[in-house]
């Protein structure tokens, strides 16, 4: 079976309902009540959004969406694409059009960038450490409610792979399901039986439960909580069929020690629910109205 998804498509209108709702929040019942009172109507603008640190690029559909939903007449030139590397102050993207519009637009924009940039590199972090290794970093269900399809993309962009998106795309059994069961073995055949159409991950935290669970032949096995050197042992009990995962207090200053020991892939949960925004800036500055009358031309 594959290690995990290494692509993901998300649809313009998944997009768009996203940024709708933001906006929404944002804006409020009156607008930016603020930019409406100090900035004419008529007044042209040019942005530029930078990054203070380096990082990862991901959301930048978000950005566009945040802008053309908030009004009408704004272009964006981005200067790099998701997935790139970014300098400190570097050039995202420069918007220009109506001042109201990119004022208005400017903080949901930048929480999308910000937030899925921070992902993004976060992930492309851990996928460095353990470079030249044959694991790969996967990322788990611990994601923002209402945002993972955002999230996982945005790990796909930093170098990741996702885990399963819902808990309808696979099967992990851990041990509440274990102890509802009965036992390791049991909580498999439960599985296989209810759907073998999916893959059946099953959690284990000692070797003796990895052994139970190899003679029964789930198609992945997480090894939960467990040091290097006890991964390296349990990988000597595994198939090479099965797929092995790592997973639990593992960090950049570690992960490659677990990547070394042949897993297949390492679980970071940290890589969405603990991820830092990348810190980004905009500078909006006005256009003289005889200069946008000249663009316009």
Partial sequence: MPLGLSTLTLPAPLINEAVKNALLEDLGRA????????????????????????????GMEFVRSSFSQTGPGVTIDFKMNDGAVIQPN???????????????????????????????????????????????????????????????????????INHRMDLASGMLIKENHIEG?????????????YNRDVWVEVECETQDEVKE?????????????????????????????????????????????YAETGVNRIAIGAITHSATALDLSMLVQAIPMNSAANDDS
């Fill in 213 to 257: 669970a190899v003679q029964v032949c789930p198609d992945i096995i997480l090894l939960d909580n467990m040091t290097p050197e006890q991964v390296r042992l349990c990988r000597q009990l595994v198939p090479d069929s099965i797929l092995l995962e790592a997973s639990g207090n593992i960090t950049l200053d570690n992960a490659r020690l």
């Fill in 31 to 58: 607008g930016d009540i603020t930019t409406l009172a100090t900035i004419p109507e008529e007044a042209r603008a040019e942005a530029v959004i930078r990054a203070r640190h380096q990082g990862v690029v991901a």
């Fill in 181 to 193: 069961s009965g036992s390791i073995s049991d909580a498999i055949h439960a599985c296989f039986q």
């Fill in 90 to 160: 570097d050039i995202f993207a420069v918007i220009r059009g109506p001042a109201q519009i990119i004022l208005s637009a400017e903080r949901v924009a930048l929480n999308y960038l910000g937030h899925l940039s921070g992902i993004a590199t976060a992930t492309a972090k851990f996928v460095d450490r353990i470079k030249g290794t044959h694991a790969r970093i996967t990322c788990t269900r611990k994601t923002t409610p209402g945002l993972r399809l955002l999230e996982k993309k945005a790990v796909i962009h930093g170098g990741g």
